[in-house]
């Protein structure tokens, strides 16, 4: 018997019980930087130093931290189901819980690329500085989607998710654009669960008979919906 497919929607919000901090504060900085000044193509060619600074702190961060149970329970979820983690966040923190089938739509926090071939990507655990040099003798920039750049993955992404069973929305406010657009590829009718602190339920999501809202940490929900999954 085919096994049931789980997609997983993961945000800032799963990460940041690891104590990664969320995208941005309250104030709008990141770090205390303007997020157009470290994340985007405009940002880069004014001050690349700023930039590679900026993520070189954040991968260092990321070394230092551990998963958490939301991240080892959805990979204990492989058990009894197909599942499919599609994730905005950029740390290798599903990964490192055990999940197997995860893709990273906003880049990947320990890779870089060329930035003469985007399809040079390579993995980096160091600091990247100016003069690291990929292969053709370009500079090597981190392999992150910046702010006004496409999402290449976002049709592998719909396509994972019109193939679930069962969609599961985790640590994220739905805010974020492409990415809260991908509820519309999911089959209709099928359970949608929506695990947030803070649940941004609009008009159009209140109508959903299907759907079912957990005001909770990752953790928290996580640990109910396998309950609840058994």
């Known amino acids: 018997m085919k096994r049931k497919k789980i997609v997983?929607?993961?945000?800032?919000?799963?990460s940041a019980e690891s104590g990664i901090r969320t995208f941005r504060d309250a104030d709008g900085l990141w770090e205390?930087?303007?997020?157009?000044?470290?994340?985007?193509?405009?940002?880069?060619?004014?001050?690349?130093?700023?930039?590679?600074?900026?993520?070189?702190?954040?991968?260092?961060q990321l070394l230092?931290?551990?998963?958490?149970?939301?991240?080892?329970?959805?990979?204990?979820?492989?058990?009894?189901?197909?599942?499919?983690?599609v994730t905005q966040?950029?740390?290798?923190?599903?990964?490192?819980?055990?999940?197997?089938q995860v893709l990273h739509l906003h880049g990947e926090l320990l890779k870089v690329?060329?930035?003469?071939?985007?399809?040079?990507v390579m993995d980096w655990r160091q600091d990247l500085n100016q003069g690291d040099l990929c292969p053709l003798g370009s500079q090597l920039r981190p392999h992150?989607?910046?702010?006004?750049e496409e999402v290449p993955l976002l049709p592998q992404a719909a396509l994972i998710c019109s193939q679930a069973d069962i969609l599961v929305i985790v640590g994220t406010s739905l805010q974020v654009y492409p990415a809260a657009g991908l509820m519309a590829y999911a089959?209709?009718?099928?359970?949608?669960?929506?695990?947030?602190?803070?649940?941004?339920?609009?008009?159009e999501l209140s109508q959903m008979k299907n759907l079912k809202v957990w005001s909770a940490s990752a953790s928290e929900g996580v640990h109910r919906l396998m309950e609840e999954l058994e």
């Open 144 to 148: 992150i989607v910046w702010f006004g």
């Open 32 to 60: 205390g930087h303007d997020v157009m000044e470290v994340a985007s193509p405009q940002g880069w060619k004014k001050n690349p130093a700023l930039v590679l600074d900026f993520y070189n702190q954040r991968r260092r």
């Open 187 to 203: 089959p209709a009718g099928i359970p949608v669960y929506y695990i947030d602190k803070n649940p941004q339920v609009n008009f």
């Open 113 to 120: 690329r060329s930035t003469r071939d985007p399809s040079l």
């Open 89 to 100: 966040n950029v740390d290798d923190l599903h990964e490192r819980g055990g999940s197997t």
């Open 64 to 85: 230092e931290v551990k998963p958490n149970p939301a991240h080892t329970g959805i990979a204990q979820l492989e058990e009894n189901f197909e599942v499919s983690v």
């Open 8 to 14: 997983i929607l993961s945000g800032a919000g799963i």
